[in-house]
């Protein structure tokens, strides 16, 4: 069965940290770009940050750029997110994706030729 499980999510206070996860099964992540995005209640879901297949390049947007890390092992499967210094502005339920591309569109990742999405995790930034 194709699909992603995504790992990590959570409750943490302001200025805390935590790693998304995303393993894929049923399918090889080296040849996709992975993009991570997140959405609230009310919004559209957001592309935060992309990462490419070959080469690695990696988008931010400007709301997470220098605090968060996007990153991928090719060997293990899965792709991560880690979060530093995170705000109650970052609770969302956050998605990964696995896509043949990607590009910058008003500041935000977009993932073309969407292959998969995995379910969410929960992340709450709160006191």
């Known amino acids: 069965q194709v699909q992603f499980v995504q790992s990590g999510g959570g409750l943490v206070q302001p200025g805390g940290s935590l790693r998304l996860s995303c393993t894929a099964f049923g399918f090889t992540l080296d040849h996709y770009v992975i993009g991570w995005f997140r959405q609230v209640p009310g919004k559209e879901r957001e592309g935060i940050s992309c990462?490419?297949?070959?080469?690695?390049?990696?988008f931010y947007a400007d709301s997470v750029k220098g605090r968060f890390t996007i990153s991928r092992d090719n060997a293990k499967n899965t792709a991560f997110l880690q979060m530093d210094s995170l705000t109650p502005e970052d609770t969302a339920v956050y998605f990964c994706a696995a896509g043949s591309r990607y590009s910058s569109v008003q500041g935000l990742c977009i993932i073309y030729d969407l292959y998969n999405w995995g379910l969410g995790t929960q992340v709450t930034v709160s006191s």
């Open positions: 990462i490419g297949s070959d080469d690695g390049t990696t």
